[in-house]
């Protein structure tokens, strides 16, 4: 089981530039054990990219992962919803 279950579904929407993309990335586990940055990107409502990056770690995954949002979120992609992460009280 992984220590960081995360998931994130970011939308960039620009009416004026026609724009409508989504970004969602995740930190799972692949079937043989090892721990992948699966991410998802494309036009709103259309089927887009995939890639899944594997890792030695958790550790460097969630690096990754953390770098990967904060490009996203300079770019001005913004979370949607709480994509299943659990939510604190």
């Known amino acids: ?3 960081y279950p995360f998931k994130l579904y970011c939308q960039r929407v620009d009416a004026s530039r026609n724009m409508a993309r989504y970004y969602m990335v995740s930190i799972e586990t692949t079937l ?14 259309r089927r ?8 030695s770690t958790e550790r460097d995954a969630a690096s990754h992962f953390l770098e990967l ?5 300079q770019k001005g992609y913004i979370p949607v919803g709480n994509c ?6």
């Open 84 to 89: 299943g992460n659990a939510r604190e009280a």
């Open 69 to 73: 949002v904060r490009r996203k979120r």
């Open 1 to 3: 089981m992984s220590l």
């Open 32 to 45: 043989f054990g090892e721990v992948a940055v699966v991410r998802f990107w494309g036009r709103i409502g």
């Open 48 to 55: 887009g990219g995939e890639k899944s990056e594997v890792f």
